[in-house]
């Protein structure tokens, strides 16, 4: 436990430093930082992978994601869909020229694009929900009326043996 906390402090540490040190040799802007350092200490895997690349095409890669980041933070998936579509694709196509995490900018492509396959979970678990519930439902009305059968029937047995009885004086 000990370890793994030390082992995140020194990611943040190393994260924080790289990204001052491209902001302190004009590669990065300083409004990025921020920005970069909590999604890229939350989101480790999708920092640069190659570590022999130059810090201006690491402060304009970082760029690149940074603005993909402020563009997911202030626009829907309607928006992705409708009017700010392609600046959404090329802002995606920017950030896939550099080695970032393939799967995560998948992740994002898929979600932003494709959004009916994560809909159609959800509205399929609804669905099963919805079916669950109309089960129990109907099995509490069968056992409603069965026992109104059953109250029904004994009142007819009732009236029978009423009527079956006889007179008397």
Same mark, same amino acid.
């Given at each position: 436990?000990?370890s793994k906390?030390?082992? &995140?402090?020194?990611? %943040?540490?190393?994260? *924080?430093?790289?990204?001052e040190?491209?902001v302190?040799?004009?590669h990065l802007?300083?409004e990025n930082m921020?920005?970069?350092a909590?999604?890229?200490v939350k989101h480790?895997?999708?920092?640069?992978? &190659?570590? *022999?690349?130059s810090d201006r095409?690491k402060?304009?890669a970082? *760029?690149c994601?940074?603005?993909? #980041?402020?563009?997911l933070? %202030?626009?829907?998936v309607? &928006?992705v869909?409708g009017s700010?579509?392609?600046?959404?694709?090329e802002?995606?196509?920017?950030?896939?020229r550099f080695?970032f995490?393939?799967?995560?900018l998948?992740g994002?492509e898929?979600r932003a694009?494709f959004p009916?396959?994560?809909?159609?979970?959800?509205?399929l678990?609804?669905?099963?929900?919805?079916?669950l %519930?109309?089960?129990q439902?109907?099995?509490?009305?069968k &056992?409603?009326?069965?026992l109104s059968?059953?109250q029904q029937?004994?009142?007819v #047995?009732?009236?029978?043996? *009423?009527l079956? %009885?006889?007179l008397g004086?």
């Amino acid at each position: 436990n000990l370890s793994k906390i030390s082992e &995140d402090s020194s990611f %943040t540490f190393v994260i *924080t430093r790289e990204l001052e040190r491209l902001v302190s040799n004009k590669h990065l802007a300083l409004e990025n930082m921020s920005l970069l350092a909590d999604f890229l200490v939350k989101h480790p895997s999708v920092g640069l992978t &190659d570590n *022999t690349l130059s810090d201006r095409y690491k402060g304009f890669a970082y *760029t690149c994601l940074a603005e993909l #980041l402020k563009f997911l933070q %202030t626009h829907s998936v309607l &928006d992705v869909l409708g009017s700010s579509h392609s600046e959404f694709v090329e802002l995606l196509k920017d950030v896939r020229r550099f080695s970032f995490d393939r799967v995560w900018l998948d992740g994002v492509e898929r979600r932003a694009l494709f959004p009916g396959l994560l809909l159609s979970e959800d509205a399929l678990q609804k669905v099963s929900h919805s079916k669950l %519930t109309l089960i129990q439902h109907l099995e509490d009305v069968k &056992d409603q009326l069965e026992l109104s059968i059953t109250q029904q029937e004994e009142q007819v #047995l009732q009236v029978k043996a *009423t009527l079956s %009885t006889p007179l008397g004086y």
